[in-house]
């Protein structure tokens, strides 16, 4: 059961048509026309996920960038402007996975950065994986036991394996998801940040040890330098008045600050002095600042270097993704003054890496294709005249139990036939509705009522319409809008 919700703006957002897509076969410096064709096989394909990035920031801060960031992907490049991502939700995790494997979540299994299965009946993580072991960290640590498993398919790096067994593919994000999708189920390795060890880590899927180059980096623990570190805006001041206040209604804090507004700390939240609102790890506070961008850039340079990438004689695969954008999305939204200076400060990284692979591998030999795995909209607070808000899912839930368990005179609480709510769906129990003797197709319709009865739901569609839709060969284009 799917529930649409007419809102531009609740938590998990749907932002479907707000993407990029560059991609560059140019050299940095004395690059050709973006008209001549280059015909010689690249040494590095570097694609870049920048994640939660609308395709907009780059005309609303173009004046504010450099020559040689995304302006040079967009002047010497070429720029898809007409890409979408016919699916929804359209998360981190479905986007990673889909744009180097072309395969949409239905099929490829990764429908969102988590869902509910109606077999284990819990929520189940897109890279979870209980038979591999972290590396890098204590072995039984959940954050490293990660792996491509439930993704179904291949990618180019996939492809690239089979035809070039000697090429390298190689995955880099500071979250687990951005690092493992892009790179397939064949990768060399796949790399990511640890916030609470502070260190970049990986799991047994890849290998038995991390190689020497990660572990040289972790020792030299240059995640600590920015512990206590300020965030100033790069800019003056008059620069980011574009984007409205500083203190926006709305607008979130980050892990250990009581204000919402510059300069912003990264604490140190092994302080015992911090004020603890949740669970924090030490290095949380990094993940939402240019400084997790920061580490990230340093990382996929440690990379090229520690793996050679491009420097064997065959084509490698390098993918990085950018994953403080969306950490920092969530907290401030897109018309903030954290996201503007984040954006300029990404551009400003990107420069500092496309010149690193010139002096290493040269530009001319690289393939750089830059894109977004989603976009996002404003804060509901945003909103004109209340149109929209925010969702609480279990919320949700509760309501249309109550509602369901009135209408079929069933005790809802202890039969538990509406299993969950999960990124917009209501999961049924099949079983114990046909085991209560209620009919399949009434019992869809009744939840899906109910569901309109929440505020800034528009529309449903039950998992029957769904299945006959695509039986009869049609396209559920209109459905999964």
């Not at 040890?209 to 300020?230: G, I």
């Not at 420097?311 to 993704?321: A, H």
Request: proline content about 4%.
């Amino acid at each position: 059961m799917k529930l649409i919700n007419n809102s531009t703006a609740y938590k998990k957002t749907i932002t479907a048509l707000i993407i990029i897509q560059l991609s560059l076969f140019s050299t940095l410096f004395g690059a050709p026309h973006k008209n001549d064709r280059i015909l010689r096989k690249p040494k590095l394909i570097l694609v870049i996920v920048v994640d939660q990035m609308r395709v907009d920031y780059l005309d609303r801060f173009r004046d504010l960038m450099c020559d040689t960031g995304f302006r040079f992907l967009m002047e010497k490049g070429t720029r898809c402007t007409n890409c979408r991502y016919e699916y929804t939700p359209t998360n981190t995790a479905p986007g990673h996975s889909f744009i180097l494997s072309g395969i949409y979540p239905g099929i490829s299994g990764i429908i969102s950065n988590e869902w509910y299965s109606t077999v284990r009946r819990r929520e189940v993580y897109c890279v979870e994986d209980s038979s591999v072991f972290s590396i890098g960290i204590d072995p039984w640590e959940a954050a490293g036991r990660m792996s491509p498993k439930n993704f179904s398919g291949t990618t180019v790096g996939d492809q690239l394996k089979t035809i070039s067994p000697d090429s390298k593919v190689i995955g880099i994000a500071i979250n687990d998801r951005g690092a493992i999708l892009p790179a397939g189920k064949h990768a060399d390795g796949a790399f990511w940040f640890d916030p609470q060890s502070g260190k970049w880590i990986s799991s047994n899927y890849y290998f038995k040890h991390l190689p020497s180059w990660v572990s040289a980096y972790n020792d030299r623990h240059l995640p600590e330098s920015y512990l206590n570190k300020q965030w100033i805006k790069l800019l003056p001041d008059s620069d980011y008045v574009r984007q409205g206040i500083d203190d926006a209604p709305g607008e979130g804090t980050i892990a250990g600050e009581t204000t919402r507004v510059f300069p912003h700390l990264a604490a140190d939240l092994n302080d015992p002095n911090i004020i603890r609102t949740s669970v924090f790890r030490r290095f949380d506070a990094l993940l939402p600042t240019t400084f997790g961008d920061d580490l990230t850039r340093q990382f996929a340079e440690e990379a090229i270097s520690g793996e050679c990438l491009g420097q064997c004689g065959v084509t490698d695969v390098l993918t990085i993704s950018f994953s403080s954008l969306d950490y920092c999305g969530h907290i401030f939204g897109p018309d903030s003054y954290e996201i503007e200076d984040m954006i300029i400060r990404l551009d400003r990284q990107l420069a500092g890496l496309f010149s690193f692979v010139d002096s290493t591998i040269g530009v001319k030999n690289t393939v750089i294709v830059l894109t977004a795995d989603h976009g996002v909209c404003s804060l509901p607070e945003k909103s004109i005249a209340g149109m929209a808000g925010r969702i609480n899912g279990k919320d949700v839930l509760v309501d249309i139990k109550v509602r369901i368990g009135q209408k079929f005179d069933y005790n809802e609480g202890s039969d538990n036939l509406l299993l969950a709510f999960s990124n917009d769906y209501v999961y049924l129990d099949y079983d114990g509705i046909k085991e209560h003797g209620f009919n399949i197709d009434s019992f869809e319709v009744a939840v899906g009522e109910a569901g309109l009865k929440e505020p800034y739901a528009s529309r449903y569609y039950t998992r029957t319409q769904i299945e006959q839709s695509m039986a009869s060969g049609g396209s559920t284009d209109s459905i999964l809008c």
